[in-house]
């Protein structure tokens, strides 16, 4: 089976003035189809840059990029919007609705920039079916500030399935959610990867990691670790427990009001 | 190829931000408003101006008396009295191309009628001189040849003498009595309202000047100056030249004691005057639609700014600079032709409330409707590139990360 991803000695330097920022200092990584990765490390270990230049935002200072065959590092500006839009699909930390803008439309989004045309019916009707996946069917007419922060992030992620992606890189998906939405998205993720959808996510929670089947820890522009997760944390559980917890607090808080009173 | 895609987009982004789009286009709306009312103003006072040259009638030539030098003392304009009836019949039976030809001779008197009088001008005239003037008869008509030949005692009325001293019956047929001289009432001029300089011009009575000479003022011998209608505005000068030969060789190397004047020297002031004033009027509003495309260049830039994090989006998911570049163009275009159909509508509108409730002339011409939507098109391109551009050239990674 032929990687989806094949980084050769990636590095990537910026350049402030005289100082020469090392972000990433020679990465090599495959990817192959099937899988679901957490890539994991502390701000500033190159895990944002090393996510951007998978995203084909960035450009590799040095080392091959082969996407799905294709050598992306070489690829100009425009090229590289139309493999964005192709192969891959993006899901953000702040979630990244434009504003104002029905969820359906949202989804669209990626179709009105495909080097084909596609008829608005056709637009429609992949959309719809993207948000059935998500399971927010329902409230495609709603504006992005008439969703939850959970709702909002699955929205984002039925954009990012719109064009059938051959991987779907998401960028601290569940840093801005609660502990119970955090774990409703990553059931999401769990259940399009089960479908056969790579998935690479970016996390810095030990914890939402755990969801994955291989973790890669970045520490100082290297993969210091790579491992596959031995006892994974599956959703419909975690779910469950979270459920339990909370009953247990709200029946203490019963049986004894006062204990939190000093709160 | 992706043009229908991104007018979507586009379209898309104007009706999320109605207020924003209103508030945009309407620095244009103003603006092309301005230049249509202003311009529909200026062309109306020109157009009053040329009607009011008009008439006093179609390529009309006046020769006036000129100075006249007693004991090397010069008299100054219309001082001598050397021009005479003669004269004009000799231009008339001369000169080629001039049409018709009339004696003007005036004198202020009372005139009673109907048990009624009024002081008035007298004007003795040859039939021709309504042709001249381009004035018509309202009820029944001009003295004839004839009647200038048997020095007939018929009369024309102007339409204030007829409202004057016959309010309640026909003047036609009615005796009006000229320095207690009977005058037959042949006809009634249409009124032709007040000249340039505020006189009423129907305040007239009209009488063939043979009569005036012999009839009523028996004293006079000249006239005050002669009309002559040439046959075409082109051939004007060379008339001109033709009727100032002709008059000195009738004086015979005397001085030259008249002056040959042309309507079209009047016509030329007055509407060089109004048309100063339409272009200032045009500058001013020019002026106002170009504050109104910086207005538009403005909001766009800020527009770039604020939805900087939504261009990135746009260029994350796989848009192309010029579908980012496009996108803003045409947000721009559209709300400066929309703008500009609006501005065009609102202009037509107050330029015919001014002209229905304060009764100034206008005259909206299709010109500046289509000079003011042209250029409100060009101020969209124009200073929506900049903004547009700025946009395209966002880096994504940047443009996601702004707040």
Same mark, same amino acid.
């Given at each position: 089976?032929?990687?989806?991803?094949?980084?050769?000695?990636?590095?990537?330097?910026?350049?402030?003035?005289?100082?020469?920022?090392?972000?990433?200092?020679?990465?090599?990584?495959?990817?192959?189809?099937?899988?679901?990765?957490?890539?994991? &490390?502390?701000?500033?270990?190159?895990?944002?840059?090393?996510?951007?230049?998978? &995203?084909?935002?960035?450009?590799?200072?040095?080392?091959?990029?082969?996407?799905?065959?294709?050598?992306?590092?070489?690829?100009?500006?425009?090229?590289?919007?139309?493999?964005?839009?192709?192969?891959?699909?993006?899901?953000?930390? &702040?979630?990244?609705?434009?504003?104002?803008?029905?969820?359906?439309?949202?989804?669209?989004?990626?179709?009105?920039?495909?080097?084909?045309?596609?008829?608005?019916?056709?637009?429609?009707?992949? #959309?719809?079916?993207?948000?059935?996946?998500? &399971?927010?069917? #329902?409230?495609?007419?709603?504006?992005?500030?008439?969703?939850?922060?959970?709702?909002?992030?699955?929205?984002?992620? #039925?954009? #990012?399935?719109?064009?059938?992606?051959?991987?779907?890189?998401?960028?601290?998906?569940?840093?801005?959610?609660?502990?119970?939405?955090?774990?409703?998205?990553?059931?999401?993720?769990?259940?399009?990867?089960?479908?056969?959808?790579?998935?690479?996510?970016?996390?810095?929670?030990?914890?939402?990691?755990?969801?994955?089947?291989?973790?890669?820890?970045?520490?100082?522009?290297?993969?210091?670790?790579?491992?596959?997760?031995?006892?994974?944390?599956?959703?419909?559980?975690?779910?469950?427990?979270?459920?339990?917890?909370?009953?247990?607090?709200?029946?203490?808080?019963?049986?004894?009001?006062?204990?939190?009173?000093?709160? | 190829?992706?043009?229908?895609?991104?007018?979507?987009?586009?379209?898309?982004?104007?009706?999320?931000?109605?207020?924003?789009?209103?508030?945009?286009?309407?620095?244009?709306?103003?603006?092309?408003?301005?230049?249509?009312?202003?311009?529909?103003?200026?062309?109306?006072?020109?157009?009053?101006?040329?009607?009011?040259?008009?008439?006093?009638?179609?390529?009309?030539?006046?020769?006036?008396?000129?100075?006249?030098?007693?004991?090397?003392?010069?008299?100054?304009?219309?001082?001598?009295?050397?021009?005479?009836?003669?004269?004009?019949?000799?231009?008339?039976?001369?000169?080629?191309?001039?049409?018709?030809?009339?004696?003007?001779?005036?004198?202020?008197?009372?005139?009673?009628?109907?048990?009624?009088?009024?002081?008035?001008?007298?004007?003795?005239?040859?039939?021709?001189?309504?042709?001249?003037?381009?004035?018509?008869?309202?009820?029944?008509?001009?003295?004839?040849?004839?009647?200038?030949?048997?020095?007939?005692?018929?009369?024309?009325?102007?339409?204030?003498?007829?409202?004057?001293?016959?309010?309640?019956?026909?003047?036609?047929?009615?005796?009006?009595?000229?320095?207690?001289?009977?005058?037959?009432?042949?006809?009634?001029?249409?009124?032709?309202?007040?000249?340039?300089?505020?006189?009423?011009?129907?305040?007239?009575?009209?009488?063939?000047?043979?009569?005036?000479?012999?009839?009523?003022?028996?004293?006079?011998?000249?006239?005050?100056?002669?009309?002559? /209608?040439?046959?075409?505005? /082109?051939?004007?000068?060379?008339?001109?030249?033709?009727?100032?030969?002709?008059?000195?060789?009738?004086?015979?190397?005397?001085?030259?004691?008249?002056?040959?004047?042309?309507?079209?020297?009047?016509?030329?002031?007055?509407?060089?005057?109004?048309?100063?004033?339409?272009?200032?009027?045009?500058?001013?509003?020019?002026?106002?639609?170009?504050?109104?495309?910086?207005?538009?260049?403005?909001?766009?830039?800020?527009?770039?700014?604020?939805?900087?994090?939504?261009?990135?989006?746009?260029?994350?998911?796989?848009?192309?600079?010029?579908?980012?570049?496009?996108?803003?163009?045409?947000?721009?275009?559209?709300?400066?032709?929309?703008?500009?159909?609006?501005?065009?509508?609102?202009?037509?509108?107050?330029?015919?409330?001014?002209?229905?409730?304060?009764?100034?002339?206008?005259?909206?011409?299709?010109?500046?409707?289509?000079?003011?939507?042209?250029?409100?098109?060009?101020?969209?391109?124009?200073?929506?590139?900049?903004?547009?551009?700025?946009?395209?050239?966002?880096?994504?990674?940047?443009?996601?990360?702004?707040?």
């Amino acid at each position: 089976m032929q990687p989806i991803v094949q980084l050769k000695d990636i590095r990537k330097t910026y350049r402030n003035g005289d100082l020469e920022v090392h972000a990433v200092r020679g990465i090599s990584l495959e990817i192959n189809p099937g899988e679901f990765i957490a890539i994991m &490390g502390a701000s500033g270990s190159g895990k944002s840059t090393l996510m951007n230049t998978l &995203g084909c935002l960035d450009r590799p200072t040095g080392g091959t990029y082969l996407l799905d065959g294709i050598d992306v590092s070489t690829l100009d500006r425009n090229r590289r919007a139309d493999i964005r839009n192709q192969k891959l699909g993006f899901v953000f930390q &702040g979630f990244n609705l434009v504003a104002r803008t029905s969820a359906l439309e949202n989804v669209e989004l990626p179709m009105l920039y495909a080097p084909r045309r596609v008829s608005s019916s056709e637009m429609r009707d992949r #959309a719809m079916r993207a948000l059935d996946i998500v &399971g927010l069917a #329902a409230r495609h007419d709603h504006l992005p500030n008439q969703l939850s922060g959970g709702q909002q992030q699955r929205v984002a992620i #039925a954009r #990012a399935l719109v064009n059938e992606p051959r991987i779907l890189l998401a960028d601290e998906p569940t840093g801005n959610l609660d502990t119970k939405t955090s774990i409703e998205v990553m059931g999401v993720f769990q259940k399009l990867n089960e479908q056969g959808i790579t998935i690479v996510m970016v996390t810095h929670e030990l914890d939402i990691a755990r969801f994955c089947k291989r973790n890669l820890i970045v520490r100082d522009g290297l993969v210091v670790r790579d491992e596959s997760v031995k006892d994974r944390s599956h959703a419909p559980d975690e779910l469950l427990k979270h459920a339990e917890a909370e009953a247990a607090a709200k029946l203490t808080h019963v049986l004894f009001p006062h204990a939190n009173a000093e709160d | 190829m992706r043009f229908i895609a991104t007018t979507v987009i586009s379209l898309r982004a104007l009706r999320r931000n109605k207020m924003r789009s209103f508030l945009t286009a309407l620095g244009i709306i103003i603006g092309v408003g301005a230049v249509i009312t202003m311009v529909s103003i200026g062309n109306g006072a020109k157009a009053q101006v040329e009607a009011q040259v008009a008439s006093l009638g179609n390529n009309v030539i006046s020769v006036f008396p000129g100075s006249a030098t007693t004991s090397g003392a010069r008299g100054g304009m219309g001082s001598s009295n050397t021009l005479t009836v003669d004269d004009a019949l000799a231009i008339q039976r001369e000169i080629l191309g001039a049409v018709a030809v009339s004696p003007e001779l005036r004198h202020g008197d009372q005139v009673l009628g109907n048990g009624l009088n009024w002081r008035t001008q007298i004007h003795g005239v040859a039939p021709d001189f309504l042709s001249i003037r381009a004035w018509s008869i309202r009820a029944g008509d001009i003295f004839s040849e004839a009647d200038v030949r048997s020095n007939a005692k018929v009369c024309v009325i102007g339409d204030t003498i007829a409202r004057q001293l016959y309010p309640d019956i026909d003047p036609l047929g009615q005796t009006l009595r000229i320095r207690n001289i009977p005058f037959r009432i042949v006809g009634v001029l249409s009124s032709k309202g007040y000249n340039y300089f505020g006189a009423d011009q129907d305040d007239v009575v009209l009488v063939p000047y043979s009569s005036f000479m012999t009839r009523v003022f028996r004293w006079r011998r000249t006239v005050n100056n002669i009309l002559i /209608e040439a046959s075409s505005a /082109e051939a004007m000068p060379r008339i001109q030249e033709d009727i100032t030969a002709l008059l000195a060789q009738r004086r015979s190397g005397r001085e030259p004691d008249f002056t040959v004047r042309n309507q079209l020297e009047l016509a030329a002031a007055a509407s060089e005057t109004s048309r100063t004033m339409t272009q200032l009027l045009a500058g001013i509003a020019f002026v106002s639609l170009v504050v109104g495309g910086i207005g538009i260049m403005n909001i766009m830039l800020v527009s770039v700014t604020e939805r900087t994090r939504e261009i990135g989006i746009r260029l994350a998911i796989g848009a192309h600079d010029r579908d980012v570049r496009l996108q803003f163009l045409i947000e721009a275009m559209i709300l400066s032709a929309m703008g500009g159909i609006i501005g065009v509508i609102l202009g037509v509108t107050v330029s015919e409330m001014l002209s229905h409730f304060n009764g100034w002339p206008v005259l909206v011409s299709t010109e500046s409707v289509v000079v003011a939507v042209a250029f409100s098109a060009a101020v969209g391109v124009g200073f929506g590139f900049y903004p547009a551009h700025k946009a395209a050239k966002l880096d994504p990674i940047d443009a996601l990360r702004f707040e």
